[in-house]
């Protein structure tokens, strides 16, 4: 046994690990040779305190939950969670925190870019000052954000604070960044309210809140990335519009069905696209309906699928079994669709209001029966 393991058994017998005063949660993807470079940061920082880092990752392919257990088997402040068929960096964050009983719990990213020096000051400020979050931010007085790849992560960054001003209970000035430390208390409190869609939790947390948080910013500086690779990618820029769309609209409509409704729009537009095409080619109205309505289903399954139930995304065998359920319900829904508007037509006369209401039938019907046949938790792979 190296006498750094030593030290950390003899540190956790010390502090007494069922009396932890501060949970690190680190989600993690694709970052293996980070784990161990960051234990040993928290352990300088974080002497003294009663801590552990919770490793919370998404099966990455490069074997980081691999790696953070070998080293759990012989650090005890050192834990992991591999999660198989969940995917999303604030879910990730809420599992971490729940599977802690510490006092306080801190978020950070496990690619080393985060001011992990400021730890400690974070936690005497909550205790301190009776805060309920601290915040760490790159905008605030002596904070720097240098470690930005480039100009345009920057001006995404300023873009995505613009935006998510608009359902924030505070005024923040870095309210997109991932490094915070909160009481177990406040976290609690509000847990049941969070949408978890995205990758800001932090964004999650402030809109979420019922009242105002207790908060304070403390300035830091975002290093540059040692290694792994970034999270903003396309598909994280779009979760954070559900995650904003979420808390402006939430209370009247889920989103993700109103997300539903919006791809449906936009399979709307594919069937008629591509029945414009095949009536140009020379194909009967027919054929090209027939067509037209397959392609347009087909394309829903695919974008619903990567777009509105991304965490619960299909694959293998499960993609096929669900494009073909996917298939069958939208066709009772056609029929349901078809059927509400002659008979509202019958009644009324108004063809409008008649199409309006079938519609309006066939996209909750699609959307209920996709979601208990189709997209059901447990039946990704």
């Known amino acids: 046994m190296d006498a750094v393991t030593d030290k950390a058994r003899v540190d956790a017998s010390d502090q007494g690990v069922a009396d932890i005063e501060l949970t690190v949660v680190v989600p993690t993807f694709n970052e293996a040779e980070n784990v161990p470079l960051l234990v040993a940061r928290l352990r300088e920082v974080l002497a003294g305190v009663a801590w552990e880092v919770v490793f919370v990752d998404d099966d990455s392919p490069d074997d980081t939950w691999r790696v953070a257990r070998d080293l759990a088997a012989r650090d005890p402040q050192v834990r992991v969670i591999r999660r198989i068929g969940r995917r999303g960096l604030s879910t990730a964050c809420v599992e971490g925190i729940l599977s802690s009983s510490a006092r ?50 920057e001006r995404i960054s300023a873009a995505a604070g613009r935006v998510a001003r608009l359902v924030l209970r505070a005024d923040l000035t870095d309210p997109m960044s991932g490094f915070f430390m909160m009481t177990r208390a406040a976290f609690d409190g509000l ?35 040692r290694h792994g690779e970034s999270k903003l990618d396309t598909m994280a820029a779009w979760e954070f519009g559900i995650l904003v769309l979420d808390k402006l609209i939430g209370r009247y409509a889920p989103v993700r069905f109103v997300v539903f409704a919006m791809v449906g729009f936009t399979g709307l537009i594919v069937h008629l696209a591509t029945l414009l095409t095949m009536g140009a080619v020379g194909f009967n109205f027919t054929a090209s309906q027939i067509t037209a309505v397959l392609v347009a289903i087909a394309w829903n399954f695919l974008f619903n699928n990567t777009v509105t139930y991304q965490d619960q ?43 309006m209401a079938g519609a309006v039938i066939g996209v909750v019907w699609n959307f209920t029966m996709s979601s208990i046949y189709t997209w059901r938790r447990g039946n990704n792979f």
């Open 104 to 153: 306080h719990v801190a978020v950070m990213d496990g690619d080393l870019q985060h001011d992990d020096a400021q730890l400690p000051v974070m936690l005497q400020r909550l205790k301190d000052e009776d805060l309920e979050i601290a915040v760490g931010s790159r905008y605030a007085e002596g904070g720097d954000a240098d470690g930005l790849a480039s100009r345009n992560r």
């Open 191 to 225: 847990v049941h309210d969070l949408s978890q869609q995205g990758f800001k939790i932090l964004l999650d947390i402030f809109a979420s809140a019922g009242r105002p948080l207790r908060f304070a910013e403390v300035p830091c500086r975002f290093h540059a990335r």
């Open 313 to 355: 995304r299909l694959r293998g065998h499960a993609f096929v079994r669900g494009l073909v359920t996917f298939y069958a319900i939208s066709a009772v829904g056609a029929f349901a669709n078809i059927g509400i508007a002659e008979v509202l037509f019958e009644r009324n006369g108004s063809w409008w209001l008649a199409g």
